[in-house]
């Protein structure tokens, strides 16, 4: 018994001396292994770190911000037309005498602000006595302009006149005021006339005929009636006279419109002059419509109160051109409309209006009246017979400098002299496009038609001062 205790005392130690010895190798092999694998890594060379390879900086590259192309029909080679670009801060960036074709504008890109200022020169070399300058502010980097004359429009012949017809219009209640004639290519000169004859007034007319021989006749009377006849294939009517001989009654024959506005007048109104032209959806506005309103008060002794303005449903779009003016012409409203007829039109209130700076290249006022974009006009007598007019547009809010003309320029016109401009008025516009919309359909690639767009125009003429 106390044998088998000590063999197992003695089995029982060995294993622990082999276990010790065990433990010992594995740890002196993971020291090792460890030690092994945190051998540092050999260092860079210090002079590499200290002297790296120097980079070649790289330049600004040459950058295109702006491209215009001038149309044929502005007809350079009778003018002299040249293209000035100030930076927002006044610097002169460009300049060019330019003729038909593309210009391409660049500089390096480091260089290019974000918005910059165009002025184009017009001065007709041939029969014109005017120097038209028209600056736009507020371009962006980037645009390609179009420019085109975009009043060269399309010559709309109606042939020849086969001769005159005749037409007599009475049964009136009140008297008439004002009497139109027109066909789709606009108003007819007939030599049309309103009287009191036989103690009945009276309107009698002989305009021309042509193969367009539909006639929209308008008549307006004291009392603010307003209606209308269409004369329809006045060729195969058998006489040029059927309508003379055959009168027409105001009362019965003659037709109200299917719509009316009112355009309320201020009480002190200097003149006021109302154009309405009619199309059909596929008519461009450039070609003369049906004019089926024209008033203007300069040709009347009616004390106006009210203005009637008349739509057709036969008519998709017009054109309507209202201008007021009051205080003596020094202030003016104008509201002017292309596309579907409007509900109602508001003359506004005289605004307040203060120049708090009137030299050309500081230019600045204040106003109560809130508008989207301006347009201030200037002007100045250049030498004896010529003159200098300068319209510069822009956003509501925009009031920076505008910079010298450039030497090249100067120098062949030292008559053009910004110091002796003189500012004639600002025009305020509202209710109307966006201002970079209007520089898209001043300048835009395409003008084949104008958008439906309407504006309303607030003008005050500078005082003396």
């Not at 950058?63 to 293209?83: G, P, R």
């Not at 956003?395 to 400098?401: G, Q, R």
């Not at 120098?411 to 025009?427: A, R, V």
């Amino acid at each position: 018994m106390l044998m088998f205790k000590t063999i197992k005392t003695s089995i029982k130690f060995s294993t622990m001396r082999l276990v010790n010895y065990s433990l010992v190798f594995i740890l002196f092999f993971l020291f090792a292994n460890c030690t092994k694998d945190e051998t540092p890594a050999p260092k860079p060379d210090a002079e590499e770190n200290s002297n790296p390879e120097p980079q070649e900086p790289q330049e600004p590259q040459p950058e295109v911000y702006f491209i215009l192309n001038v149309n044929e029909n502005v007809h350079t080679e009778k003018s002299d037309d040249w293209i000035f670009i100030h930076s927002e801060s006044g610097d002169l960036l460009d300049s060019k005498s330019i003729e038909s074709g593309e210009f391409v504008f660049e500089m390096d890109s480091d260089k290019i602000p974000e918005k910059f200022t165009i002025t184009l020169f017009h001065f007709h070399t041939e029969y014109s006595n005017n120097y038209r300058l028209t600056t736009f502010t507020e371009i962006s980097k980037g645009t390609y302009w179009y420019w085109q004359d975009l009043y060269d429009f399309r010559t709309w012949s109606q042939g020849d006149s086969y001769g005159n017809f005749t037409f007599k219009v009475n049964d009136f209640d009140n008297a008439p005021i004002n009497t139109i004639i027109s066909n789709e290519f606009g108003l007819i000169d007939n030599s049309t006339t309103f009287g009191f004859i036989n103690e009945v007034w009276e309107v009698s007319g002989g305009p021309a005929i042509y193969d367009k021989d539909d006639y929209i006749s308008t008549i307006m009377t004291e009392a603010g009636e307003l209606k209308y006849y269409i004369y329809e294939n006045v060729l195969n009517q058998g006489s040029f006279n059927y309508f003379f001989e055959n009168p027409l009654s105001y009362k019965n024959d003659y037709l109200n419109f299917d719509n009316v506005i009112q355009i309320d007048l201020p009480d002190n109104y200097y003149l006021f002059d109302l154009n309405v032209m009619g199309f059909q959806e596929n008519q461009e506005y450039q070609r003369d419509g049906f004019v089926i309103s024209s008033i203007n008060s300069a040709f009347s002794t009616h004390n106006f109160e009210k203005v009637p303005v008349g739509f057709l449903n036969r008519f998709d779009k017009y054109i309507i051109d209202f201008i007021l003016e009051w205080d003596k012409g020094n202030h003016t409203y104008q509201n002017q409309t292309y596309g579907e007829r409007p509900q109602q039109i508001v003359v506004p209130e005289i605004p307040s209006y203060t120049i708090t700076n009137n030299s050309f290249q500081n230019f600045s006022f204040d106003t109560d009246f809130k508008f989207q974009w301006k347009r201030d006009l200037w002007g100045a007598s250049a030498t004896p017979g010529k003159s200098i007019q300068w319209n510069v547009y822009s956003s509501s809010d925009y009031n920076s400098p505008f910079g010298e003309l450039p030497e090249e320029f100067a120098n062949k016109y030292p008559e053009i002299n910004l110091n002796s401009l003189k500012h004639f008025k600002s025009e305020l516009f509202f209710n109307t496009l966006e201002y970079s919309e209007l520089l898209d359909l001043q300048y835009g690639k395409v003008h084949s038609t104008y958008p439906h767009f309407t504006h309303e125009m607030m003008a005050i003429i500078s005082s003396d001062e």
